[in-house]
């Protein structure tokens, strides 16, 4: 931890790759991203996309097979972020309150757990009381895969947030630590791209 009490990460080891851009408005879809540090795998909120073809056509074209996913993180649990989990047999799954393998219900706090020597999530409700972020070193800088943002716009205020003021005070968190935000329903943008908005 940090003198602040945010965890640190321990590397910068790991790639994210946006697997489908997600979106809002008649329709509705996530932002599914591939994280990848050494042998750790996962996806993050497999969940509404047009076909299961749209997260496993990518992952296939990176080379890795649905069975080689270790873990899967889900930003909160409203369905359009979670209807795809089944597609990862293998994996772990991880919430803002457990993580789950096969039979077993492991009951651990999201706040500085650590996946992967480049991967610790963040609690961070503000859209839904269950929010996590997940914060992954890379190369070029700390990325945040996070619903605090749903894109590049905000929205600012986000009509469906469970606490106003838990997003604001949250973005600003992640903002202090992220180089790059990967949002709920849209592309990925650099923090001084977004434009300035309350």
């Known amino acids: 931890m940090s003198p602040s009490g945010t965890p640190e990460l321990s590397g910068r080891s790991a790639t994210v790759e946006v697997l489908f851009r997600g979106y809002v408005g008649r329709r509705v879809a996530s932002t599914v991203s591939y994280v990848e540090d050494g042998r750790f795998r996962a996806i993050v909120d497999p969940g509404m996309v ?45 919430d803002h309150w457990a993580t789950y393998e096969g039979d077993r219900w492991i009951s651990v706090a999201a706040e500085g757990r650590r996946l992967a020597p480049s991967v610790v999530l963040l609690q961070t409700p503000g859209h839904t009381p269950e929010d996590i972020t997940t914060l992954v070193g890379t190369r070029s800088g700390v990325v945040a895969l996070t619903h605090l943002w749903w894109n590049a716009r905000g929205p600012t205020p986000d009509p469906l947030a469970y606490s106003q003021r838990g997003i604001l005070r949250h973005r600003r968190r992640v903002s202090a630590l992220a180089r790059t935000i990967v949002p709920g329903h849209g592309a990925p943008f650099r923090l001084a791209e977004r434009p300035r908005r309350p």
């Open 50 to 94: 047009p076909s299961p073809t749209s997260i496993l056509g990518p992952l296939a074209r990176r080379g890795v097979a649905a069975k080689e996913i270790t873990d899967i993180v889900l930003s909160h649990h409203h369905p359009d972020h979670t209807v795809h989990c089944a597609l990862f047999p293998n994996a772990r799954i991880h």
